[in-house]
């Protein structure tokens, strides 16, 4: 569909239609994008911190009212699994030393490649708003995100 400027829409339905190209796996793990965020954030002095982790369960909740509307249903998935997604993270990266950091944060790097392969319109509201929600839980006092991957450069999105 084409706006008045003869622009592709963008909507709910061509941010779907984006996110339906990428393979299962790719899928799975662009859900888990605001999950691995929080529990890198919560995931201080080796161990989780029982209230960021609180703190991250309330924020997936409200991502679903505050995200752009073309986003509304991907963060309905996101919002479905968090608590379990975060609990199955946790104990796959735990004890949270630099060595399992440091794969978290490979993880998310992955997050960013998967980006790069939607819809260039697709890819900068959403690049855009897990930096948005990146920040927010950086704000929020949930732990240390020095060296946070989501403001990285993306080949042909951000350079």
Known sequence: MKNEQGDDELNEKTVNASLEK?????????YKAPVLVSVLAASTYNTINQDQKADALKLAHLKTFTARPELISFYKVVEK???????????????????NREALRHEIQKVNIIISKLDKKVAEILHASLTAYANHVRKSGMGILDDFVFPLPIKGLTY
């Open 22 to 30: 990428l393979s299962t796996a790719e899928l799975d793990l662009l």
């Open 81 to 99: 699994n968090f608590r379990n997604e975060f609990e199955h993270l946790e104990k796959q990266f735990y004890p949270f030393a630099k060595p």
